[in-house]
Structure formats: C-alpha cells, structure tokens
C-alpha cells in the first residue's frame, strides 16, 4: 500500500473525500481505460489475424479479450456486458465454426446472444458461420433469441383450432 493509498483509506475512515482518494480515483481511472485500450488493440490484431486465415491465433486473441472482460461493469445504459464483449462472443463462434469445432461454436454463439448480440439476420447469412447452421442444434438455439420467421407451433395450433370447429361430424 502506498502513500496515496493509505491516505485515501485514512479519508474514507474519517468519512473526508481528499487529496489521497482523488489521487486514487484518477489512477484507477488511468489504468482502467489503459487496460480498455490494450484490449481494443487485442480484439484488432484478432480481426487482421483472422481475416488472414490464421484462425488458431484469432481464436486464442479472442478468447483472451473475452476473458479480460471487466468484472461487475455496468455500462451508460445499464448493460452488465461492455459493448466489445457479445461480439468478441460472436467472433470466436466463427473461428470455431470454419475450425468445424460445431458444438464449442453453438456454446460461443449462444454466449454472444445471452450477451445481446442482436443481428440475426447476421447470423442467419454469414458465411463463416456456415457449419454452425447446418447442425440440427443451430435453429432451436437461434430460435431462443430470435422470434422465428414462421412460428410453426402457433400454425399447428390454429389449424388445430378451427380444424375442430370446421370438422364435419359422421
């Protein structure tokens, strides 16, 4: 513990806002947005690494920005997740897809939707994401998020509905 720190730890005793707790205040300030830079930078090598085929170290840089994740962050808007993170999420269910490693693919895709990745016409049509689709466990797991674009069960509900209002008794 340094001066600073424990002048600021004497103020936050003494119930006193102080030289010690700005200080304090500012550094934590400095070294949080330094830490947000390295990983922006992260996340940027991963995109150029990936785009150049190099996909194993893409998804190493990916998985590591996601593990960089702020803890307890509450966003402006009251997001639990920063903006990076659903798809940094998404990012790796591709690697993982074109690695046609399908089920930690599904598992990465569904991180990136619990975390508000909302584009789902994205995932509905991205080319990286081709061997995720063509699992069986891709629509059901789309399907959580997304309304579908034809509700089946609402269909076979309402034939079965007016099927038996219709149906002419023998």
Known sequence: MDAAQRQAKQERAGGNYGAGTKELQARNYVSRKEQERKRRE???DALVKFNAGELEAALVDLENVAALEPRNYVGDNLSRVT?????THYNIAC???????????????????NCGFEDYAKVRSDKN?????????????L??????VINWRAVESTLGVFGKLFKKDK
């Open 83 to 87: 903006p990076i993170l659903p798809v």
């Open 42 to 44: 992260l996340f940027d």
């Open 129 to 141: 994401l081709a061997n995720l689709r063509a699992s069986p466990k891709f629509q059901p797991l």
């Open 95 to 113: 690697c993982y897809s074109m690695l046609k490693q399908i089920d930690e693919g599904l598992r990465s895709l569904d991180m990136a939707m």
């Open 143 to 148: 399907e959580k998020y997304d309304e579908p």
